[in-house]
C-alpha cells in the first residue's frame, strides 16, 4: 500500500478511533469509584499520566511553550477540557447519576459550541449543519431516553448537586475546546498537555484536599481501571484529540462527542448485559447521519449555492 494512501486512511481512521477511546471513560469511571472519592481518583490519575507524559518529552525532544502568555492560556484550556470536564464527570457519577445519563448530557456538547463559536471563533454554521446537530441530539435521546424518565431515573439515585456537576463537565468541555482552539494554537502537542495536566492537577489536588478523605482500595480492578485511564485515555485519547481540534473547526470537532452515547450504550450492553431495544438502534443510526451531516454540511451547502443561478 503506497505511503501516501496509508496516511489518508490513518487521517480518517482518527475520528473513530477517538469516539472508541473517548467513550470508555464514562466506563471506567463506574469501575473505578467504588474505590476512591473522584478527586483523588483524578489527582492520582494526573501524576500517573505526568509520570509517563514528561519522559516522552524528553526522549522525543519535544519543544516547550514559549512565552508565559501561551503557557497561561494552556493551563486554563486544561482546567477546562480536564479539570472541570472530568472533574464534574467523576462527581456527578460519584454521587449517583447513571453513567449513561451523565454521557447524554455532556453528549450536549456539540449544541453548546457551536451557539458559542459563532461569536467567538466566527464559526458560522450553515441550516443543514444546524439540522445535523438536531438529528444528533434526537439520537442520543432515542438511545439514552429511558433514563430521562422523571419519576424512574432524573430525580432518583442522585440529586441536583449531580445534575449541576455534569453540566459543569457539559460547560468545561465545550468552552475549553473553544479557548484551545482560538489561545492556543501554537501549543506544541506533548509539552501542552503536560502544563495542561499540571493545571488540572493542582485544581483536583485542591479538592481532593478540601473535600474527600483521599482513602484509596487498591484492588485488581481499580489499578486496571487506573492503568487503562493514564494510557489509552489520559495519554493516546487526549494527545488525538488535540490533534483533532488543531486540523478542523471546533464545531466540527465538537460533533464527534454525538456518537460517544451510542458507543456508550454499546459498551455498557458487552460488559454489564445492559439490553439494546431497537429503539436505540434506531438512534444511533439518527446520531451517526447527523454527525455526518455535521461534518460535511459545508461542502453541501457549497455545492447547492453553486447551482443557484445569478438574477
Same mark, same amino acid.
Given at each position: ?6 496516511? &489518508?486512511?490513518?487521517?480518517? $481512521?482518527? %475520528? ?19 474505590? @476512591? ?11 500517573? &499520566?505526568?509520570?509517563?507524559?514528561? /519522559?516522552?518529552?524528553?526522549?522525543? =525532544?519535544?519543544?516547550? /511553550? ?8 494552556? !493551563? ?18 460519584? #454521587?449517583?447519576? %447513571?453513567?449513561?445519563? $451523565?454521557? #447524554? ?7 453548546? &459550541? @457551536? ?53 459543569? @463537565? ?10 484551545? =482552539? ?37 484492588? %485488581? ?5 487506573? !492503568? ?21 473547526? !471546533? ?10 452515547? %451510542? ?17 436505540? #438502534? ?22 447547492? &449555492? ?6
Amino acid at each position: 500500500m503506497p505511503a501516501q494512501r496509508r496516511t &489518508t486512511l490513518a487521517l480518517a $481512521a482518527m %475520528p473513530i478511533v477517538f469516539v472508541l477511546l473517548w467513550s470508555t471513560g464514562f466506563i471506567g469511571a463506574k469501575y473505578g469509584l467504588p474505590y @476512591a472519592e473522584p478527586f483523588t481518583f483524578l489527582f492520582v490519575r494526573f501524576v500517573l &499520566t505526568l509520570a509517563l507524559l514528561i /519522559p516522552l518529552v524528553l526522549l522525543f =525532544k519535544g519543544s516547550w /511553550p514559549q512565552g508565559g502568555g501561551l503557557w497561561g492560556h494552556i !493551563a486554563v484550556s486544561g482546567l477546562l477540557v480536564h479539570g472541570a470536564y472530568l472533574g464534574g464527570v467523576f462527581y456527578g457519577i460519584y #454521587l449517583g447519576m %447513571p453513567a449513561g445519563l $451523565a454521557s #447524554l448530557l455532556v453528549g450536549l456538547q456539540p449544541l453548546l &459550541t @457551536a451557539a458559542l463559536a459563532g461569536p467567538l471563533l466566527d464559526e458560522r454554521l450553515t441550516r443543514w449543519q444546524w439540522l445535523g446537530l438536531a438529528l444528533g441530539l434526537v439520537g442520543i435521546v432515542l438511545v439514552l431516553g429511558s433514563k430521562l424518565d422523571p419519576g424512574a431515573a432524573l430525580f432518583q439515585g442522585f440529586g441536583v448537586p449531580a445534575l449541576l456537576a455534569v453540566l459543569v @463537565a457539559l460547560i468545561g468541555i465545550a468552552c475549553g475546546t473553544l479557548y484551545q =482552539k482560538r489561545f492556543c494554537t501554537g501549543m506544541p502537542l506533548l509539552s501542552g498537555t503536560v502544563v495542561q495536566y499540571m493545571a488540572a492537577g493542582v485544581l483536583l489536588g485542591v479538592g481532593a484536599l478540601l473535600f474527600e478523605q483521599r482513602d484509596i482500595d487498591w484492588t %485488581p480492578t481499580f489499578m486496571l481501571t487506573m !492503568a487503562w485511564l493514564v494510557c489509552i485515555l489520559s495519554i493516546a485519547a487526549i494527545l488525538l484529540l488535540m490533534a483533532l481540534i488543531k486540523r478542523g473547526e !471546533a464545531s466540527r470537532v465538537a460533533s464527534l462527542f454525538y456518537l460517544v452515547p %451510542p458507543v456508550t450504550a454499546l459498551e455498557a450492553w458487552w460488559l454489564f448485559g445492559e439490553r439494546l431495544p431497537p429503539v436505540a #438502534l434506531l438512534g444511533m443510526a439518527i446520531a451517526l447521519s447527523g454527525v455526518v451531516m455535521t461534518v460535511k454540511g459545508k461542502q453541501h451547502a457549497a455545492k447547492g &449555492t453553486a447551482k443557484v443561478p445569478r438574477g
